[in-house]
């Protein structure tokens, strides 16, 4: 036994498997109170999304020489058919309240306005109340806005009253993220909780797979925890809540794939030490590889130029290479300290009858063999008609009113004060220049198309000169977050740039959009080759062939671009989004890549394993029959728990976890099981090429084939 075992021994051995766990506990012991932490070491203030290199990164660094880093929200007062006496009263009662506010980070003192929309019978108003953004900004920026609104109130009789602007959108986005980890923690849980009851049929066996699962999801955050208080890992709102749904999603799959090997065994060997052992040898290449290929390819994501992006990578990259540790060492020690009894009430006794032998996709299998050609073809036109409703995708970003699931008062408050104001009111152009230059930049600013000139200003407790350096602000005339701001930011840029030694430079809200637009688009290009080669190396090395890994790289780009052209039908058709973020479609592609790969490499190993016994035909057949059914399992709990981002009040969330369980499913249902097992049975055994079984003897396949033809007589 020992030989066929390998080193599986040091995790199901007798004595071996209280040692592992005796281990882990150790290190949950010691890894738990950092794993809570993780939310403190959150950095979700500006440069930890922003490009490092963007203009608008160097503008806000070189801005804060100027005066701390702030963020204005602005309290809009309306009344449709005029302010009353008492409404404006009541303004300059809140103004002179908001002037002596200290809580939060508020800068009272160096509240602006009220700004009325005209002097003669105004009907709305403006109030300007700077937020401070220092380490702990977005942790406060919701309770400073509380204690705004505390003041303001809400409104009534008539009168709106509103907080928006950056503040105020920002303090909506932060309430958003507010309890990301827990809200997908019990989301995820209950999804595996549901699809391991179905796929198991055992409320014993379920708890097994969610504990391993658990302590990775701790282990993994107290080590991101520490990496990002003492190296220097960026953590934000969105790695944290994706690193939740990471590890559920493949530590649950690498766990259904263990005890479907694990099952099998325990038919054909009476000591469960020893089926475990011969279950990790023979399915752990295939976990492990799965493993390095999603680790791997979200270390590709450090060549990206948006921090947020590149912060991800090694996050997703310690959660499921723990998973992965966990899955293998944690997860089968614990099945061989249960014993049989954990399956109940289906027990694999030994020398039962394995039911896969003769399931649906033993009979699926069948049935594409008797004409594989016709159904790969088939297949393959049926995804890429899918693909054509990439023409609807709208990557192009989602501005601010379009990126809640519902309406928050932010919103409702900037499109009443764009009824009144300049639309780029509350989140102002930021230039820097040259002292010297200072007047000829400004001049440049005020006749740029698109800004408006008596805008122009030193901001409000900023000091007028540092370094031989001034900074100054405009106001747009379109919403600031508005594809016309942009095209106005490109306009300013290009006038003063042209300022001959003024050394100016544009940042604020918009310009930095502008920068991450830029910066996404350059990280698509790049990074999706890189990840395709990744995976194409990997399953070079897995499979010792070239042909195979060349159909299944293709075969996981079409169900890419079909999961994404009917998602992209979904949110104009079914949903009503106004867009995708201009990160979506390479969040989506390494997802799936990443991800939905794990399926082929699962059941093309298991093709291989068998291809050498019995020929390439019947190996293809025996392997869709022995691992159908668990990775439709795991591709369905993979799914649920990507759908489970659909939890957020934030669209580009929700249109991710669409996008990806989507695809996911497109993977284990059609491109996996019909479209890959076509394609190696047209194919054949040149798959293989150019190991040595794309030249065996094809006498097996030859029987295989009217094993086949018999079988489906």
């Known amino acids: 036994m020992s030989g066929n075992r390998g080193v599986a021994h040091l995790v199901c051995g007798r004595r071996a498997k209280w040692l592992v766990l005796a281990l882990w506990l150790v290190v949950l012991f010691l890894t738990a109170p950092f794993a809570q932490k993780l939310t403190d070491a959150q950095d979700n203030d500006a440069q930890s999304w922003l490009p490092g290199s ?48 200290r809580d939060h980070g508020v800068r009272g003192a160096e509240t602006r306005g009220p700004v009325f929309d005209r002097q003669d019978d105004p009907r709305a108003a403006q109030v300007y109340v700077p937020i401070t953004m220092d380490e702990k900004g977005w942790e406060r920026i919701g309770p400073a806005v509380d204690s705004i609104r505390d003041i303001t109130g809400t409104g009534g009789q008539g009168l709106a009253v509103h907080i928006t602007g950056p503040g105020g959108t920002s303090a909506d986005f932060s309430e958003g993220f507010e309890g990301i980890d827990s809200t997908l ?49 960026t953590v934000n709102g969105q790695s944290a809540g994706i690193l939740t749904v990471l590890v559920f999603g493949a530590g649950t799959d690498y766990a259904l794939l263990l005890v479907a090997r694990y099952r099998e065994e325990l038919r054909r060997h009476e000591d469960r030490h020893e089926a475990m052992a011969l279950a990790l040898h023979r399915a752990g290449p295939a976990v492990l590889a ?58 694999p006794h030994l020398g039962s009858a394995e039911p896969t ?52 008062d932010s919103i409702v408050g900037q499109e009443v004060s764009a009824r009144y104001f300049p639309a780029g009111s509350g989140d102002p152009l930021v230039v820097v220049s040259d002292r010297a230059q200072a007047e000829q930049v400004g001049r440049a600013v005020a006749e740029t ?33 508005s594809e016309a701001a942009k095209q106005t930011v490109e306009r300013v840029r290009d ?46 090395a897995l ?112 249109e991710i976890g669409f996008a990806v369980a989507l695809g996911v499913l497109l993977d284990t249902l059609v491109v996996r099981s019909v479209l890959v097992t076509a394609l190696f049975l047209d194919v054949g055994r040149a798959v293989w090429w150019p190991h040595a079984l794309s030249r065996r003897d094809g006498v097996a396949d030859e029987r295989a084939s009217e094993v086949s033809r018999s079988g489906a007589g």
């Not at 009353?84 to 303004?91: G, K, S």
């Not at 000139?453 to 977050?481: I, M, N, Q």
């Not at 070239?546 to 169900?559: C, D, E, N």
């Open 290 to 347: 799965s493993g390095a290929t999603v680790v791997l390819s979200m270390l590709v994501l450090l060549a990206a130029d948006m921090n947020s992006t590149r912060g991800l990578g090694p996050v997703a990259a310690i959660g499921v290479a723990v998973a992965l540790l966990a899955m293998l060492t944690l997860f089968p020690a614990l099945l061989v300290i249960m014993g049989r009894w954990i399956f109940w009430p289906v027990i």
């Open 185 to 233: 923690l019990l989301a995820a849980m209950g999804v595996v909780v549901v699809m391991l009851l179905i796929t198991y049929r055992s409320p014993t066996l379920l708890l097994v797979p969610l504990l391993s699962v658990v302590a990775a999801l701790f282990t993994a955050q107290a080590l991101i925890y520490l990496l990002a208080t003492h190296a220097g890992l």
């Open 495 to 540: 006038a003063v740039h042209a300022v001959p030694g003024a050394d100016a430079m544009v940042g604020g809200g918009t310009a930095a959009l502008l920068d991450m637009d830029k910066a996404t688009t350059h990280d698509n290009i790049l990074i999706i080759p890189l990840v395709l080669i990744v995976v194409m190396l990997i399953l070079c």
């Open 54 to 101: 963007a203009e608008s990164t160097q503008v806000l660094e070189i801005s804060e020489g100027f005066r701390p880093e702030q963020i204005p929200a602005v309290v809009v007062y309306a009344r449709d058919d005029g302010l009353t006496a008492r409404d404006r009263a009541q303004i300059q009662d809140d103004v002179r309240q908001l002037k002596q506010l």
């Open 543 to 654: 499979l010792r062939a070239l042909i195979a890994p060349l159909l299944l790289v293709g075969t996981v780009i079409l169900s890419f671009a079909a999961a994404l052209g009917i998602s992209a039908l979904a949110f104009r058709y079914v949903f009503d989004y106004a867009g995708e973020g201009t990160d979506f479609p390479l969040f989506v592609f390494v997802f799936l890549v990443a991800l939905g790969i794990d399926y082929n490499i699962f059941l093309t190993t298991r093709i291989r394993e068998e291809a050498a016994r019995q020929g390439t035909r019947q190996g293809v057949l025996t392997g869709l029959a022995a691992t159908g059914a668990v990775i439709t399992s795991a591709g369905l709990v993979l799914a649920g728990t990507f759908a489970a981002l659909g939890t957020l009040p934030m669209v580009a969330f929700a």
């Open 449 to 481: 198309r698109g800004v408006v000139p008596e805008s122009l200003g030193l901001p409000p407790g900023a000091k007028p000169v540092h370094e031989g350096r001034v900074l100054f602000e405009a106001t747009l005339r379109d919403p600031a977050d």
């Open 357 to 408: 032998e003769q399931g649906v996709w033993a009979r699926t299998g069948r049935r594409i063999a008797r004409r594989p050609r016709r159904v790969w073809v088939l297949t393959a036109l049926a995804l890429a008609v899918c693909s054509l409703g990439l023409i609807q995708l709208r990557a192009a970003g989602i501005s601010n009113a379009d990126a809640f699931t519902g309406k928050p």
